[in-house]
């Protein structure tokens, strides 16, 4: 499976803009990429996911590059309640049938 | 999320007994999961079922492990016997359709074998 990249973490203040950048200079053609995060002691949660075109949803944005070989996931406005793990996740189609690995994340610290 | 209820919630128990986490999801799905976190190995996926039928069980840790889905609105992965190792929080998630596909977890199963 193709690996992703991240920072182990990152700051921001409250009601900034956050930009969670992933590698995946292995991706290949048919692979998705996924976001979750986890909040504190909860289990992962979706947030977006995207093939080869930006995508925006109520939560956040992604951003792939051209060459797919990055993305960045885009939170407009931090608030206290998006401090979490983050997790980039590279899946093979079907998009219907896949299983996720998670790796170490990003760990977001959002300060008041 | 209430799309995945796991119990216990929190569970204690002492090396050698049988453990059994219990999954039952709510909304429909095609696939579920059985996911293991702890801070040294972060979130490893056990195994997953697709129609009710495992499909991929080579993150199960060993033969004391075992997992279920007689139907789709149960699973459950069973330790037995259960070790101190075993400790960590176990979930359970189902893959969603259409539009998003993306995964719903549960809140998770704290095992603590002592």
């Known amino acids: 499976d193709a690996k992703t990249t991240q920072p182990n973490s990152m700051e921001s203040n409250e009601e900034e803009p956050v930009h969670l950048p992933c590698n995946h200079s292995t991706i290949s053609g048919t692979d998705y990429i996924h976001w979750y995060r986890q909040l504190p002691s909860q289990g992962p949660e979706y947030v977006i996911h995207g093939l080869t075109s930006n995508v925006n949803n109520r939560m956040a944005s992604l951003a792939i590059a051209e060459d797919r070989k990055s993305s960045t996931l885009i939170l407009h406005r931090a608030t206290l309640r998006d401090a979490a793990v983050y997790y980039c996740?590279?899946?093979?189609?079907?998009?219907?049938?896949?299983?996720?690995?998670f790796g170490a994340g990003t760990t977001v610290t959002v300060r008041a | 999320d209430a799309g995945v209820i796991q119990s216990p919630r929190h569970e204690v128990t002492e090396m050698g007994q049988e453990v059994t986490l219990r999954c039952k999801p709510i909304?429909?799905?095609?696939?579920l999961f059985w996911y293991r976190q702890t801070m040294m190995r972060g979130l490893e996926l056990l195994i997953y079922?697709?129609?009710?039928?495992?499909?991929?069980d080579s993150g199960m840790p060993e033969d004391r492990f075992s997992a279920k889905m007689p139907n789709a609105s149960f699973s459950t992965l069973k330790i037995q016997p259960s070790e101190p190792r075993d400790s960590a929080v176990y979930f359970c998630?189902?893959?969603?359709?259409?539009?998003?596909?993306?995964?719903?977890f549960g809140s998770g199963t704290r095992l603590t074998v002592v």
């Open positions: 909304s429909g799905h095609n696939s």
């Open positions: 998630a189902i893959q969603r359709g259409r539009p998003n596909y993306g995964y719903t």
């Open positions: 996740i590279l899946s093979p189609r079907p998009l219907n049938d896949y299983k996720l690995s």
């Open positions: 079922f697709n129609n009710n039928v495992p499909i991929d």
